[in-house]
């Protein structure tokens, strides 16, 4: 079965440091997603990206944040300088294109913690 | 507006009794109401979805109901199992138009069956 994977599975870091977060969605999908978790807490969206460019975002999507698709398969969400708050799961999601089922696929997190 | 209202926080069910969750939107331009179940260490993954031309929607054990008019949506887990022991997540977005991964989630609810 298609999956999305994100690596690394855990990162440390210290605070102020940028922090990259890598996912692979399902090759067919069209959209991909950035979505985190605050330990213990609901899930919540970030950002999606469609077409080469950011399709929303949210208000937790600032400046610090940034998304790109660097090549055909890795989607990547990059944290520039790291705050204690942006300790979290970092989820990366895909769908199909309007049209298909319109379900998300969620990859298995990204666990960052800034010391 | 956007916000999703998930109750209760936690369960407690025995083997074989039902399961019901609850959730409740303000905004109606929310078409898309998924669940997700999710498993300590994973990702959420899609369990059931309904959209709001039919108010109710069953698939196996699990059941959604809708109640478009006064904006709410459950979840019923006929016959718990231990297996379904999980955190189970509402939540609520617009299907079409492009946005459909923008979902708004519920905080979360805390199963557990007990043998």
């Known amino acids: 079965e298609p999956e999305v994977t994100q690596t690394p599975s855990h990162q440390v870091t210290q605070m102020g440091q940028e922090v990259i977060l890598r996912c692979v969605p399902i090759s067919n999908h069209l959209y991909f997603y950035w979505y985190r978790q605050i330990l213990g807490q609901k899930v919540e969206f970030l950002v999606s990206f469609y077409n080469n460019e950011i399709s929303e975002k949210s208000e937790i999507f600032d400046d610090q944040f940034s998304v790109e698709r660097p090549d055909g398969s890795n989607f990547t969400l990059k944290i520039r300088s790291t705050k204690l708050e942006d300790s979290a799961m970092y989820f990366c999601?895909?769908?199909?294109?309007?049209?298909?089922?319109?379900?998300?696929?969620f990859g298995e997190g990204s666990r960052l913690t800034v010391l | 507006q956007q916000q999703v209202k998930q109750s209760p926080q936690s369960l407690i069910v025995q083997k074989g009794g039902i399961s019901i969750i609850n959730c409740a939107y303000e905004?109606?331009?929310?078409?898309?109401f998924p669940w997700y179940q999710q498993f300590p260490g994973k990702g959420p993954a899609l369990l059931i979805a309904?959209?709001?031309?039919?108010s109710e929607k069953k698939e196996g054990r699990f059941t959604i109901s809708f109640n478009k008019s006064a904006k709410q949506f459950s979840l019923h887990i006929m016959d718990s199992q231990p297996g379904d022991s999980a955190t189970y997540f509402c939540?609520?977005?617009?299907?079409?138009?492009?946005?459909?991964?923008?979902?708004?989630f519920g905080k979360g609810t805390k199963l557990s069956v007990k043998p």
């Open positions: 939540a609520a977005g617009t299907y079409y138009g492009g946005s459909q991964g923008n979902l708004i």
């Open positions: 309904i959209r709001p031309d039919v």
């Open positions: 999601a895909s769908s199909e294109a309007p049209g298909g089922t319109g379900e998300l696929f």
């Open positions: 905004n109606t331009a929310f078409d898309y």
